[in-house]
Every structure is written in C-alpha cells, then in structure tokens.
C-alpha cells in the first residue's frame, strides 16, 4: 500500500487566489512527521512546512500552512495568495518511528501546481 | 552560502563506467542522507550516516552502489559498472539530530547512455 498519496497530478490556480494540494498518509505508528517540499525545474527539494502527529494545532509558514486531519489521515497543503513563483511540483513526505528508521522521509509522486497569470 | 551543496550537478556517462558523487552538508549537521528520484516519482531513500557510520542502506542500493562519509563530514556515492537504470536525480539531504527537518541540496542528475 502507498504510504503517502497525492490524487492530483497537476493543478492549476490564478495568481493571488488560494490553492488546496491534497495528501493523505497511512502509518500505524503514534508518533510521525509529516513534511511538504518544493521542487522548481532546477530540481531541489525545497522545505515549506512542517507537521508533528502529537501537534495540537495546525502548522503554518507564511503564506503556507498544513490542514492536518488526523483522524483522516490528511495533511493537506493550502498556499494562499498564489505568486507565480509558485508553479513547481510539490511533494507531501512522512518520517515514521517504526523499526528504528525514525528518520528517513518517504514521498508521496507529487503534484505539478502551476499558476496562471 | 550556507545550504547543502553537491557536485557535480549533472554527469553523462557510458553504461560500465564508474561514476562519484559528493555531498557537502550544511555545516554541523550530523545527520547525512542520500536519495534517488526518477522522472515522475518522489525521492526514495538511499541510505544514511549519522556523523561517519552508515547506520541504513535500502534495498535500492545494490553491491554497485557505496556511500561513505570519512570524518563525518562530506559524503561520496559511488556508482560502478553504471546501467542505464542508474539514470537518475541523486538527491543529499542533511539534518541535525535533534531536528526533524531535512535540508536538500540542489541533486545530481545522472544519465547513462
């Protein structure tokens, strides 16, 4: 089974509108994390934001923040006020605790948000 | 500049070659890591080193494949006898152990003709 699953291959959105980007995760573990990152053409992985599963409230960075439904398993990505220098493909990833590998990331096959002027 | 750096940043290469690529982590994060994206995927994890010890290796990384990490500074990964599957985006990642946070270098993309 996928661990981490992103349903939208591409979006697209209007500059200075908000986008949603959908990622849910399946873990049995109590304790995990649960990250966002761009990726522009150049090809690095940037961080955006950041969620702990023992977090009570939902994480926010600037114009991002991370909708977390723990009961649903969903993290999902909202970018307010889209800028064109958004358009990358963005990639929802986990750290589990399980087995003593609490540290490496698995990614979900991203989504390519590009934003209109 | 203070981020992960990796070089080279691409590399073309002959099917049997060897190939070496190396990882400068963001200063004093002991945490080291190495990952692999083909086209229309996300990273996979390679392995990991905390400070010099190699303390994972996924089942991805096969005999062809070693990484090190000498004074627990700079990491290499090593690719001999490259296949065209190796084609590749080889991404380095770093963290220090109390944070959760893992910083990505700019990748190197490998293509083996």
């Known amino acids: 089974a996928q661990k981490i699953t992103q349903t939208q291959p591409g979006m697209f959105v209007q500059e200075k509108e908000a986008v949603t980007l959908d990622c849910t995760y399946d873990?049995?573990?109590?304790?995990?994390?649960l990250f966002w990152y761009k990726q522009p053409s150049s090809g690095e992985m940037i961080f955006l934001i950041y969620?702990?599963?023992?977090?009570?409230q939902n994480a926010t960075e600037g114009r991002y923040s991370l909708n977390f439904q723990k009961a649903r398993k969903s993290a999902n990505l909202v970018i307010s006020a889209s800028q064109l220098g958004d358009s990358a493909m963005y990639f929802c990833a986990m750290r589990e605790s399980s087995g003593g590998s609490n540290y490496k990331l698995t990614f979900g096959k991203g989504t390519l948000l590009t934003v209109n002027p | 500049d203070t981020g992960v750096s990796q070089d080279p940043r691409h590399k073309i290469t002959k099917r049997g070659q060897n190939v070496t690529f190396r990882c400068d982590p963001i200063s004093e994060h002991n945490r080291l890591y190495w990952y692999r994206q083909t086209l229309g995927q996300g990273p996979e994890f390679l392995t990991y080193?905390?400070?010099?010890?190699?303390?994972?290796k996924s089942r991805l990384l096969s005999d062809r494949f070693s990484a090190e990490r000498p004074k627990g500074s700079f990491s290499t990964l090593e690719i001999q006898r490259t296949e065209q599957g190796d084609s590749a985006m080889y991404l380095c990642?770093?963290?220090?152990?109390?944070?959760?946070?893992?910083?990505f270098g700019p990748g190197t993309r490998l293509l083996v003709l």
């Open positions: 990642a770093s963290s220090f152990w109390t944070q959760e946070t893992q910083y």
């Open positions: 969620q702990g599963s023992y977090d009570q």
């Open positions: 873990t049995s573990d109590p304790s995990y994390g």
């Open positions: 080193f905390q400070n010099e010890a190699q303390l994972e």
